[in-house]
C-alpha cells in the first residue's frame, strides 16, 4: 500500500512538472511571437514613413544637405551616428529622426495594447527642415510631481541634453528609482523635445544641475559623458 501511495505522489509530481514546463513554453512561444509582430510591424512602419518620406522629396527642391535623408537608414546607423558623429548637422538631424520614430512605434504599441502612458505623448511631427532656435549643446534640468489631483504620488527629473532627453529619473512611493539613459533605455524614455515638453513655460519645473547630480547620484547613476567633436 505504501509503495502504491509512493508511486501516486510521485505521478503527481511528474504531472505537475510537465505542466509547469508545458506552461512556460507557452509563455516564451507567446513572447517570441509578440517580438515577432513587434519587429514586423516596426519595419511596416518603418516602410510606410519612408514612402511618405520619398514622396515629400519629389515635391520639394532637392536640398544640398547630407543629413536630409535620414529615413532610410536603420536605428543601430542612427545610433552609430549619434555616438560617433563630428557633424553637429549631422548630430542633430539623427537625433531628431531617431526619436521622431521611437515616438510613432511608442504610440502604435500603446493603442495595440490599449494602454495609457504615463507621460502622453503629442502627435509624431514631421521631421523639421531647420533647426531650432536652443543651443545645440544646451543642458538643462527639470523636476516635475507625477500623479493625480488626490496627491503626489512621485516625482520626475529630465536632463534635456540639447532638444533631447539625455537622462531621466523616476521616482514613486514603495517602488525602486528607475534611472535612464538615452542610448541604452530609449524605448522606455520620454521622446518629446524640450520645445514640445512645456517644461520650460512651466513655472518652478527648471532646477539646477547641480540638485539633478545629486539626486542621480545619490540613487547610483552615472554622469552623462559629455559629447565633443
Known amino acids: 500500500r ?3 501511495e509512493e508511486a501516486r505522489l510521485k505521478e503527481e509530481e511528474e504531472w505537475r ?5 508545458e506552461e512556460k513554453a507557452q509563455i516564451e512561444e507567446k513572447e517570441r511571437v509578440e517580438r515577432q509582430r513587434e519587429e514586423k510591424e516596426r519595419k511596416r512602419l518603418d516602410a510606410t514613413l519612408n514612402a511618405d518620406r520619398r514622396v515629400e522629396e519629389n515635391m520639394e527642391p532637392p536640398k544640398e544637405s ?8 536603420k536605428y543601430a546607423e542612427l545610433r552609430e551616428a549619434i555616438n560617433n558623429s563630428t557633424d553637429i548637422e549631422m548630430l542633430m538631424a539623427c537625433k531628431t529622426e531617431f526619436h521622431r520614430r521611437l515616438r510613432v512605434y511608442n ?3 500603446a493603442k495595440g495594447a490599449n494602454q495609457s502612458a504615463s507621460l502622453p505623448l503629442p502627435p509624431c511631427a514631421p521631421l523639421p527642415s531647420g533647426h531650432s532656435s536652443l543651443k545645440n549643446n544646451e543642458q538643462r534640468y527639470f523636476k516635475i510631481p507625477l500623479g493625480g489631483t488626490a496627491g503626489q504620488q512621485g516625482l520626475l527629473y529630465i536632463h534635456f541634453d540639447g532638444q533631447w532627453v539625455g537622462r531621466q529619473m523616476e521616482m514613486r512611493p514603495a517602488q525602486k528609482p528607475l534611472l535612464l ?3 541604452k533605455d530609449d524605448g522606455k524614455m520620454m521622446h518629446m ?4 515638453s512645456g517644461l520650460t513655460r512651466r513655472k518652478g519645473a527648471e ?3 547641480e540638485e539633478f547630480e545629486t539626486v542621480w547620484c545619490h540613487l547610483g547613476g552615472e554622469p552623462l559623458p559629455a559629447w565633443k567633436p
Open 17 to 21: 512538472r510537465r505542466k509547469e514546463e
Open 2 to 4: 505504501r509503495r502504491m
Open 207 to 209: 532646477i539646477k544641475g
Open 66 to 73: 547630407k543629413a536630409d535623408d535620414l529615413s532610410t537608414w
Open 181 to 183: 539613459t538615452a542610448g
Open 107 to 109: 504610440e502604435w504599441k
Open 193 to 196: 523635445s524640450m520645445e514640445q
